[in-house]
Each structure stands twice: as structure tokens, then as C-alpha cells.
């Protein structure tokens, strides 16, 4: 199977930055596409940024000029960084990823992380 493990989540004042990374291992062939999803409590989960194998790369609008998704393939890990924060952007971080070969907006993720928890003050 695969494990994801998430990292660096904290707490920032508005306008601050932070860069998250998830950590892929075990079948990580299993792992094309790769994503980042957010929640907070009462609200669904919900996608903020997917990258595939080849780089490309899907962003929600909220997220768009703010966040950039990368990844390096070698050491299985995908990161996101986020600048100009904003208190909505408070919640807990997932990384998912799945075997599609390609990433679109409503796909299933297979495997998923515990999460990292990213709070945002005004």
C-alpha cells in the first residue's frame, strides 16, 4: 500500500507563509496524482491543489497566485506552499494521491494522510 505522512503545518498571522510537504512511501508507483485537500470543522472537505507525474498542476480559485503545489519525484515527496494567508485559509491539511493518470477536479483519492493543521490569525 501507500503511506503519506504530512508535515509542516503551524500557526501564522495573516499574510504570513508556510510550506507544507508530504512524504510518499511504500507502493509509491501507485502515486500519480497527488493532491491537497483542507478542512475545518462543519465544512466538506475540499480540494486546493492537485499535481500529476508530469508537473501539471490544478488549482481551486480561492487558492490561485497564492499557493504553488511542486513536487520532487526522487524523494516521493510533493509540497505546498502557501503565501499570503489568510484566516480562511485555517483547517487541516490532507494529501491524498491516486493511480489516475491524470488529476481533475472530482476524482477519487485512494490513499490520504493523517493530516497537518494550519491556522491562520487575523
Known amino acids: 500500500q501507500v503511506q503519506l505522512v504530512e508535515s509542516g503545518g503551524g500557526s501564522v498571522q495573516s499574510g504570513g507563509s508556510l510550506r507544507l510537504s508530504c512524504s510518499a512511501s511504500g507502493h509509491t508507483y501507485k502515486t500519480y496524482c497527488m493532491g491537497w485537500f483542507r478542512q475545518t470543522p462543519g465544512k466538506e472537505r475540499e480540494g486546493v491543489a492537485f499535481?500529476?507525474?508530469?508537473?501539471?498542476?490544478l488549482y481551486a480559485d480561492s487558492v490561485k497566485g497564492r499557493f504553488t503545489i511542486s513536487q520532487d519525484n526522487a524523494k516521493n515527496t510533493v509540497y505546498l506552499q502557501m503565501n499570503n494567508l489568510k484566516p480562511e485559509d485555517t483547517g487541516m491539511y490532507y494529501c491524498a494521491a491516486n493511480s489516475f493518470t491524470f488529476c481533475y477536479w472530482g476524482a477519487i483519492f485512494d490513499y490520504w494522510g493523517r493530516g497537518t493543521q494550519v491556522t491562520v490569525s487575523s
Open positions: 499535481i500529476d507525474r508530469d508537473g501539471g498542476t
